[in-house]
């Protein structure tokens, strides 16, 4: 993909020194078909993709049942390091995607239980610092802990990617106050990661003021993918929208939306009456 001239960068997503119109970044695991994916990806208007380098063939990419059904003049790929348990592992695995042709971007992913897939942040920060020496653009997937975030902004991430429930759980937001609290913490993009099941919670995920959203199963999983692709779509730029505009404050009794100045007078209504009459 062609990075998008810098005078015309206003309201697209940075990242490093990557530029987006769209604020969806999607997986490209677990669809029924590499049709539907396919399909479904281009429903959703994303323009960044993530491939785990461990489940792909980077010797055949054209034969690989992901790369193979990529048009990847349109697509920015963005290569994680999905199955990692050590810093040492995920470093191993981002050098040999970007080796095998893969940009510096990376999405790193350093899991320390098995169970919740939640993170190990101290083997993410370390990886995180080793990999931003070598040159990488490094997107960590992280917790919903501020002060995680903002060691990963301080090690040089380009983004932080908190999750909003555990990974494949389509729960949504449970913490949105952390969320909010991660956002004013860092000054580098805030991309929601992981958790997202319906187009509600992507577009509440945008209302809180992040800067994207990654999903994979939340669109892979659903009776329809392509179909959540596309809502998926509308309402993340719903969302973004919602937020720019700027929501009423939240009140405890009622407000009349009509002004209560120059109303019609009772009198008056009776004499329009009359004159019907």
């Known amino acids: 993909m062609t990075l998008i001239a810098a005078s015309t960068q206003e309201g697209l997503l940075k990242i490093g020194s990557y530029a987006f119109r769209s604020r969806l970044i999607l997986g490209t695991g677990k669809y029924p078909s ?9 429903a959703s208007g994303a323009e960044l993709i993530t ?7 980077l010797k055949n990419p054209d034969k690989d049942p992901v790369l193979g059904h990529l048009d990847l003049k349109r697509y920015t790929l963005l290569p994680n390091t999905a199955g990692c348990y050590t810093a040492e592992d995920a470093i191993r695995v981002a050098r040999l995607g970007r080796a095998a042709g893969f940009s510096n971007l990376i999405k790193l992913e350093v899991i320390g239980d098995a169970k919740t897939l939640l993170p190990d942040t101290q083997q993410l920060l370390e990886a995180t610092r080793d990999l931003v020496k070598e ?3 490094v997107m960590p997937y992280t917790n919903d802990d501020p002060i995680t975030a903002k060691k990963l902004a301080e090690a040089g991430a380009a983004c932080v990617m908190p999750l909003a429930a555990p ?9 949105p106050l952390n969320i909010r609290f991660i956002r004013e913490a860092v000054k580098i ?10 187009a509600s919670d992507a577009a509440a995920a945008m209302e809180l003021g992040v800067d994207g959203v990654l999903m994979n199963t939340g669109i892979a999983g659903a009776q329809d993918p392509v179909a959540m692709a596309r809502a998926m779509r509308l309402a993340v730029e719903a969302g973004r929208l919602a937020y720019l505009a700027g929501r009423i404050p939240k009140k405890e009794y009622a407000s009349a939306s009509s002004p209560e100045t120059g109303k019609i007078g009772t009198s008056t209504l009776r004499q329009a009456q009359g004159e019907r009459e």
């Open 34 to 42: 590499p049709e539907v994916m396919r399909d479904a990806l281009e």
């Open 51 to 57: 491939v785990a380098v461990r489940r792909v063939d």
């Open 135 to 137: 040159g990488f653009i």
């Open 167 to 175: 990974i494949g759980s389509g729960q949504g937001i449970l913490n």
């Open 189 to 198: 993009p805030v991309i929601v990661d992981a958790g997202v099941g319906t």
